[in-house]
């Protein structure tokens, strides 16, 4: 059971003392019933609460799928730069969101916005073995040299493997997510990362569909999916 106003401050329907306000003026009810306090508990995920006449859809958590661009922090706020939550409608901006692992700044490709922090830890930890895989463009000429040094494990990372696609490009897949990780594992076989781009996290592609910036949530199977441990490319 939780208070009418926190739940909905939770859904970003209005803030608190908004909710005091619309309380007032008679504008919420719970199944059928007028709320007249602001303290008064509810089931959120079985009462009817309905705003104006409207039936609100309640969500213990959102899971969004952003094709982040180039140029855009993985952050949740920043005094200076413009972050994923800034590319999301203020209607979607609700408390709690947070980028589940980070993408540099110049990195492109798949990250999950979401206010669930236990799916987040899941999915992040190397012991989950969650694999992520990313479309990396080098300044040198890939070999099968570097390949075998993936697998075998570069200094403080685990074993990664890589598939080569031209003499350039090459798909990289890791289940770990350390900081700068795979431009760090190129930089050991002597090749500086040009393009970063994260195509898949679990089994579940990006979706091809989503232009830069572009964003949608994310359906039961599609999360499911994200904490797959299967692999391979």
Do not use: W
């Not at 079985?46 to 952050?75: H, Q, R, W």
């Not at 994923?84 to 993408?103: H, N, T, Y």
């Not at 289940?175 to 393009?195: D, S």
């Amino acid at each position: 059971m939780e208070r009418i106003d926190k739940i909905l401050s939770s859904q970003n329907i209005a803030s608190r003392s908004e909710v005091k306000d619309m309380i007032r003026k008679k504008r919420i009810s719970v199944n059928g019933k007028i709320v007249l306090k602001p303290d008064e508990k509810f089931e959120p995920e079985t009462a009817e609460i309905c705003v104006d006449g409207k039936v609100i859809s309640f969500k213990k958590y959102v899971y969004i799928m952003m094709n982040k661009p180039s140029g855009v922090l993985s952050a949740s706020n920043d005094r200076y730069a413009e972050t994923v939550i800034d590319l999301l409608p203020k209607e979607m901006q609700r408390r709690g969101l947070f980028p589940a692992g980070r993408l540099d700044k110049d990195t492109e490709g798949f990250i999950l916005i979401t206010d669930d922090g236990e799916l987040a830890h899941k999915m992040l930890s190397p012991k989950s073995h969650v694999y992520k895989l990313y479309q990396a463009v080098v300044d040198k000429v890939l070999t099968g040299e570097d390949v075998t040094a993936f697998k075998n494990g570069i200094g403080e990372f685990l074993p990664a493997e890589m598939k080569i696609l031209d003499e350039h490009t090459a798909l990289v897949e890791i289940c770990e997510g350390k900081f700068h990780q795979v431009k760090k594992m190129f930089n050991a076989v002597g090749a500086n990362v040009t393009y970063l781009k994260r195509l898949r996290i679990g089994t579940l592609f990006l979706d091809e569909t989503l232009e830069k910036g572009g964003f949608r949530e994310l359906s039961e199977s599609e999360i499911r999916d994200i904490l797959c441990t299967k692999h391979g490319i």
